[in-house]
């Protein structure tokens, strides 16, 4: 980011991220989770945020605009990504032809999706205002748009998908109101004749509170960013990690006399002789002038309170006796595990929301990863062809279920004893032909076969080599029921179907392995499902995009 400079810096610990994401799709199951990456990812980042949400429970993506669903498939994402704020000249053809899900709140878009003329049909989310006032249909024209909807659909130009809400979070009373709208909007449309996929409603605060409102699928946006949507309780109270931490560094000090004044208008006065500290953050940055005078910044172990008003690029700390020097790193807030501020507290100071805080940090703050997983790295750091990359650190195009079978076959040539790898994709998505090229490379008994009713087959190895366990966990409630299957772990090579969130508890190594299909491409076979090995058999042939994350020692 031009301009940035290292005294100033937003620290994004994408581990706190995974774990708030995991923590809420667990908890919104068996609804779909899509994360709201929307204005940068409330500013933490949109495209590496984008990237940890998808490995980490969230199906899709929310962002505001068509603009911003461009910029995450420019950068490769293949997952459904929603963009619902459009204006007259909204780019609705490259959004269909980038298979963008728009939401849709009136005729006029409808039509001028149409007019695009884009080879693809876009899925489209018919928004009803429930009670929030800003975009969606009145109760009033819904009808004219639900049979818009349906017309275009039935002329190819949409895909009738889902219907939607957004709420206003005025009181539990009003949400339920407005979840009695939706559904009799769905109702209504209904005997309209659309058929509904999807519905959704909740963001992060009904997502969490209100599990009636979850429906087929939660926006969750600021909670995932570990920032409470509540008043009553925090982030932390709630199970949820804070993820960024606004920081700086001292970059002068000063000891002044009793009585001495402090920045724009000398609104403060020191108390008796101090030490003052000037940090280079001011409202530019984020940092809300109404805190001038509340707030708390953590210096050393210590809070010490701002002196005066918050500037355009700097404020000043009255340190008092304090010891601290210049270089001394400032956190304005972060996780607050020490007792350094929150952006919960910091919201407080400034009367406004945590959300406010988060996304205010402005550009010339510059944005630092922690805890990235393999494949953000191989991203980040620009391979030109990912394809190319090495193992653990790559995201892959497949193209034909022979190669997928010799993508496997590659892999498991070079597994050893103690490797687990977590395999996830749809029904039909090619994970049997995956294991099976697996079990090729490593020299196993064969013949492999979806192990769905089994839970977990062994294939011993025909060259004195460890066994295959293949381990399928769909149906296992918990990593208790995972351990008690008496899985060899440490003797043998493990591929567990649909292992996130178990397997965790028994590995501290893993490969995930994630084969995602173009999505709104073809029925999905469920062959996978009966347990024949068949399943590519009568598949349409269509690529799929393969995300290989490395977890843990092993993988780094
Ligand atoms: C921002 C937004 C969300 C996410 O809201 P949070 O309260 O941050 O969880 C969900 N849906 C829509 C339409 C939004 O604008």
Redesign the pocket.
Known sequence: MSGAAPERQAVIDLEAFRHNVSTLSALAKPADT?L?V?ADA?GHGMVRVARAALESGASSL?V?DIPAALELRAAGITAPIFA?MHDPDALFGEAAEADIDL?ISAVWQLDAIAAAGASRAPRVHLKIDTGLSRNGSTEADWPALVQSALAHDAAGAVKLHAA?S?LA?ASPEADRVALEKLHRAVAVAEELGARFELVHLA???A?IRMPEARLGMV???????GVS?FDDETARDLGLRPVMTLRSRVVSTKRVPAGHGVSYGLTYRTERESTLALVPLGYADGVPRIASGRARVWIGGRRYPIAGRIAMDQFVVDLGDGPVEVGDEVVVFGEGDDGEPTAEEWAGWAETIG?EIVARVGPRVERVYRNESASDVACATGADDPTEGALGATVREIATPEEMHEFGRSLGATLAAGDVIVLAGDLGAGKTTFTRGVGEGMGVRGPVTSPTFVLARTHPSLVGGPALVHVDAYRLGSALELDDLDIDFAGSVVVVEWGRGLVEAVAESYLAIDIERPHGAGAASDADAAGDGTEEADAPVEPRTVRITGVGERWS
């Open positions: 899509m709201a929307k409330y929310a505001l619902w939401g939607w957004h979070d963001a992060s605060s997502g926006r969750f946006g600021i909670a995932a960013y949507p959300d």
